[in-house]
């Protein structure tokens, strides 16, 4: 078997951020520590931090007043935010600056009085939290067909905004459809899909070509590996989304196949090696890393969880 390794895979600089934050807020405040939501939507991530002490929540009513809280990297709505300090308790923002980016547009299109079109998953965390921001502004689009149906005229300002991990592919059909039937829509001064999820889907689309079966590392609820594992579809090239090793089925691959492996950017990269060594056992064969480009994007913690551990260099620094 041919193994061939997708790089940029794994962990991005806003999932690091986040991860690095929980694990600073444990050695600083102890246990147990309340983050609201999953801190990133993978469950070997998550499991580990319970294990550690983390109370994960789904409702601010959950956690007791006067502890602390960390917000995911998907980001909260206001109202969450506002709901955490009437209770007293000391707010830790792990939200990935992509996501940030988002809800400030938001923000402002929503000021300049403009209808706010949010491409992406209804239900999504990200997208919650984005439409908490200006909730009687936003329209949350899902397909091409979803703009079809909207109310909106030609004489309404019409701005459109994007949730961070989608296809780009998939974003740039509804794009199209918005364009055409608002030609004047207002554009993001910027794409608002990530770095992170517009590399790792490249390099599918890279690799895809080449290979009999293609493997996404990532839990199910992840949109980004979602992605992965449709685009690597679109390719004509079949795919799985799993977790982990225990979820391989043998009865997918032959010993002569070139299977690319990836991950999304939430999927810790122990367990594709563990997923390597477990085909290399089995089938033998090969493994080469391919490149479509090199990431070196790095966030900075929260200056809470800075200010908590008594650091003050940051505030000779820009966030």
């Not at 490249?202 to 290979?211: E, P, Q």
């Amino acid at each position: 078997m041919k193994i061939l390794l997708a790089n940029p895979r794994g962990f991005c600089a806003g999932v690091n951020m986040a991860i690095q934050t929980v694990e600073e807020a444990l050695k600083i405040v102890g246990t147990p520590l309340y983050v609201y939501h999953e801190i990133v939507h993978n469950r070997h991530v998550v499991d580990q931090f319970i294990k550690e002490g983390v109370v994960f929540v789904d409702t601010i009513d959950e956690v007791p007043a006067d502890s602390t809280v960390v917000f995911s990297a998907h980001g909260v709505p206001p109202a969450v935010r506002n709901a955490a300090k009437g209770r007293g308790c000391t707010l830790i923002d792990a939200t990935c600056p992509f996501v940030t980016k988002v809800h400030m547009e938001a923000i402002r299109y929503a000021k300049q009085g403009y209808k706010i079109l949010l491409i992406g998953h209804a239900g999504h965390d990200e997208v919650e939290g984005t439409i908490g921001e200006a909730p009687d502004a936003i329209t949350i689009v899902e397909s091409p067909e979803d703009v079809e149906n909207l109310p909106f005229t030609l004489d309404d300002k019409i701005a459109y905004i994007t949730q961070t991990t989608l296809s780009r592919d998939d974003a740039q059909r509804i794009i199209g459809a918005i364009q055409k039937k608002y030609p004047n829509a207002k554009i993001p001064p910027s794409e608002d899909i990530c770095y992170a999820t517009t590399n790792r889907q490249d390099a599918i689309r890279s690799g895809a070509s080449d290979a009999d079966f293609v493997l996404v590392i990532g839990s199910q609820n992840s949109s980004n590996s979602v992605r992965l594992m449709e685009i690597a579809h679109q390719n004509g090239t079949p795919a799985k989304l799993i977790d982990d090793k225990s979820e391989l089925d043998h009865q997918w691959f032959e010993a002569d196949q070139t299977v690319v492996i990836t991950a999304g950017a939430s999927a810790p990269e122990h367990l594709v090696q563990e997923i390597v060594s477990e085909l290399l056992d089995t089938y033998g064969g090969e493994v080469e890393e391919f490149y479509v480009v090199e990431e070196d994007m790095h966030f900075n913690l929260p200056v809470t969880l800075r200010v908590l551990r008594g650091d003050t260099s940051w505030t000779a620094k820009a966030d």
